[in-house]
């Protein structure tokens, strides 16, 4: 199952309608902010095995290529997006759509996830989640996310495996990425992607505070 980063970003929540803490959904739309919390040294993101290391592409057309195969970044999206949803604060931040042949040994894993394993388009994200509150509880950054060509993604669908899901006990701070292969979007169309995250739950599985949506323009 599949359960940002450095604390000197750009915090103005994000605009749209806001949640009461007790039922409806909120919409909005991702602007930069500040990391309301300081994320410890030893909670910061370390390369992924199922991944290559894509820390030294800047700019579209980038190319690498590493143990773990070869990738050439498509698009990139400079965002630090913030969010409250109820105790949990959310960070999305360094969006990227990366195009990547994995080594052959990685191909029978990417199986299960791409129409084509031996090459295929990923939109990949970094995700920093705070409990904020004395009590655990139980959360997903990202429940259900869509690209602006209508192709649906849920929590399954994360091939980085990076714990992020599930219970954050209080004061538990969470971080790493996140990433979604793209079967049926073309990259040149992809405009924004909308998250939506879970409801978070308390110990019970009691919903305590609705989800969000937040759309985060690429283009």
Do not use: R, W
Request: hydrophobic letters at 35%; a negative charge.
């Amino acid at each position: 199952m599949k359960y940002l980063m450095m604390a000197v970003l750009s915090m103005s929540l994000l605009a749209g309608c806001s949640t009461d803490g007790t039922g409806n959904e909120s919409h909005a739309e991702a602007k930069d902010s500040t990391v309301p919390f300081e994320i410890p040294e030893k909670t910061k993101y370390t390369n992924n095995p199922q991944a290559s290391d894509d820390s030294e592409l800047k700019k579209a057309g980038d190319h690498m290529e590493d143990e773990n195969g070869q990738l050439t970044l498509e698009a990139i999206k400079k965002v630090q997006a913030v969010e409250e949803i109820g105790p949990m604060q959310l960070v999305i931040e360094n969006i990227k759509v990366l195009n990547y042949s994995p080594s052959p040994d990685l191909i029978d894993y990417f199986h299960a996830f791409s129409d084509n394993e031996a090459n295929f388009n990923y939109i990949k994200f970094t995700v920093a989640a705070k409990n904020t509150s004395d009590q655990p509880v139980n959360f997903a950054p990202v429940e259900l996310l869509e690209t602006s060509t209508g192709e649906k993604k849920d929590f399954d669908d994360d091939f980085y495996l990076e714990n992020l899901y599930g219970v954050y006990q209080p004061g538990d701070i969470k971080v790493g990425n996140m990433g979604f292969v793209l079967n049926e979007t073309n990259v040149d169309e992809l405009k924004s992607i909308t998250i939506k995250t879970s409801d978070v739950m308390n110990e019970e599985q009691d919903s305590i505070h609705a989800g969000k949506e937040i759309k985060i323009k690429i283009k």
